[in-house]
């Protein structure tokens, strides 16, 4: 049985923690991993990236657009016995449609990305794509297009190729591993397994990241903080 | 526990209202965010929300009608409740049906299809079913039967939707079912998804989004339950136990309870003989008498017994009549019996009242010559042959047990009958029905 997160705890502050001031407007904006060293200034909406040399602007992020979304920044929850909080999200777009991803923050340090589009859920945890051994994969890595619905064998599974598409970045909030630039234009390709395992690959000009996860419901993350959405109740497994 | 304060500052509006760029009507968007398509209910425009903006995708002057359900009604299905946000009419050849978009923003997107007044409830799987047959699907561990194939095309489309939606679009369809369910396939040249679909009751639609009652759907939905299945097992449980009692009460209380005795002696000289045993006293209203004739000395020989019970007081006599016989001997097989010392013979339905029973007996030898018996045969004097008659009364008969059995089995059957009819119009609808003239390689 994982344990619950506690709602009412204060923000975890990891011993990494970096407060530093807004070089736009001054606030106080928080790294709490030097894995992430993006971030948007929670009062100004500026792009920052923290090095050596200090913090630098990127740019305004844009505002995001207005969605009934049940993730917030700020939720909580668990996966496979170890809390996490929701700390930062991308928002894509393509062609045909919209999504977000949500960026996790774990008890550990380590990061996952939950995926929602279409109101289904999908948690990923980036993977060394020099370990993925699949010929298809490494062609759309060096530009090739990928075909939907060619199939392919990974981690011992039957992975179908459900979506390939150039998506781009509306905006972002929060913190985040790298700078997220409305505009930002990435090849994106999805892949299903039978039990709802999926993966995805990310290509951005010549580097390519890899991502490996499943298909979740809200409910098995023993959510809290869920947002507050006018005129529906809180789910029952929220409670 | 309610969620931290700061976190749930004030809760954030679910609707945003756009106005229509071709109508100028109001267009109210309740899944903003994820709804990448809205149609107009008003002019039957498609507008393009993907984030904020709304752009003209195809102008149309015509309202698409109002769904049965109109758009913005909430109900509680599953324990879950859910807004209706989408409509759209679809169709495949002459086929027609009726698909809502159901949103709530903790649960995400569920599909209602009305199909000829039947209603189902429709999830999208993020698993893919398992390949069985050519014409089976596994899903769960459940097996999936193919009912359907075809193209399915767009008719009308009115409210949200999460892609890009349009009048006129076709994608290949495939369902499988079981009972209750039926497993869905679209197709198109983006993308494959699958669908599970519930069979919902008509009450309960009735009651969580009011729906006027359709009433019967006849033929069945492909995945309609017949409503005769869970009875057929329930009824074979409780035919089975009612017949198991039947049987357990029949032989218990149905086991013969013996009140008269008598042995009569047998002459050597085989000729005819009777005795009279009585008063028999028989107090139930009817019953069974059962006559029980045993000759213990019986060897290579027979008796022929005729009964008459006879009633003291009105004379009406009830016949019945046996035989006990038994031989043995010995040949290329070796030794050999045939028969039974004892003739079992029962009467139905005596009435009450005082009765003699009168035994007419004659014992015979078969071999006369007796060389098999040094003293000369079962009839010798010195075996001192006799016949031990035994009366007794039995308060169940067989034929009654079998009536009762069929009067257990008679409903069940009706029943058999009405799902057969059911299962064979339901049926009847796919298109992967078995021919008769088809080979026997479906």
Known sequence: ?239 | MPPEASLSAPPAPAVRALSCPNCGGTVELRAAGYTVHVGCQYCGSILDTTDGLVKLVTQAHAAQGTPDIPLGTRGTLFGVEWEAIGYLRRSQDYYRWDEYLLFNPYHGYRWLVNARGGWSFGTMLARVPTWQTFSSYMLDGAAYTRFFAGTATVDRVVGEFYWRVAVGETVKTGDWVRPGFMLSRETSDREESWTLNQWVPDRVMVRAFGVAPAGRVWPPLPHQPSPWGAWLGKGALIGGIALAFLLALSIVLGGTTWFASQALPVAVDGREQNATIGPLHLSGRYQRVQVRSTVPRLENGWVDLDYSLVDRRTQQVFAASGAAERYEGTDSDGPWTEGSRDSDVSIAAVPAGDYDLVVDYKGNRWSENGTFYPDGGWMEPTNAPQIVVEVGTGTLYGSNLFLAALLVALPWVIGLVLHLRFEKARKGESDFQPKPSEGSDD
């Open chain 1, 1 to 239: 049985m994982p344990r619950r997160p506690n709602c009412s705890a204060a923000s975890a502050d990891f011993p990494m923690s970096l407060h530093l001031p807004c070089p736009n407007c001054g606030a106080d904006v928080v790294f709490r991993s030097p894995a992430l060293p993006a971030r948007v200034c929670d009062t100004c909406h500026s792009m920052l990236v923290r090095s050596d040399a200090g913090l630098a602007q990127f740019g305004i992020a844009a505002a995001l657009p207005f969605d009934v979304s049940p993730v917030q920044i700020g939720m909580r929850g668990t996966d496979a016995g170890q809390a996490f909080e929701v700390i930062g999200r991308v928002r894509w777009s393509w062609t045909d449609g919209a999504w977000n991803e949500w960026l996790l923050l774990f008890e550990d340090g380590g990061t996952a990305w939950l995926g929602e589009a279409m109101g289904q859920f999908m948690l990923l945890r980036e993977y060394p794509f020099g370990d993925v051994r699949s010929k298809t994969l490494r062609a759309v890595a060096n530009g090739e297009p990928a075909q939907v619905g060619g199939r392919i064998e990974l981690f011992g599974r039957k992975l179908a190729i459900t979506d390939a598409r150039q998506a781009l970045c509306i905006t972002a909030e929060g913190e985040l591993p790298f700078v997220a630039p409305s505009g930002w234009q990435v090849y994106n390709v999805d892949l299903r397994g039978p039990d709802g395992e999926c993966v995805s690959l990310q290509r951005d000009g010549k580097a390519t990241s890899f991502y490996r996860g499943r298909y979740v419901t809200l409910a098995e993350l023993a959510p809290c903080g869920l947002r507050a959405i006018e005129g529906w109740a809180l789910p029952d497994y929220a409670a």
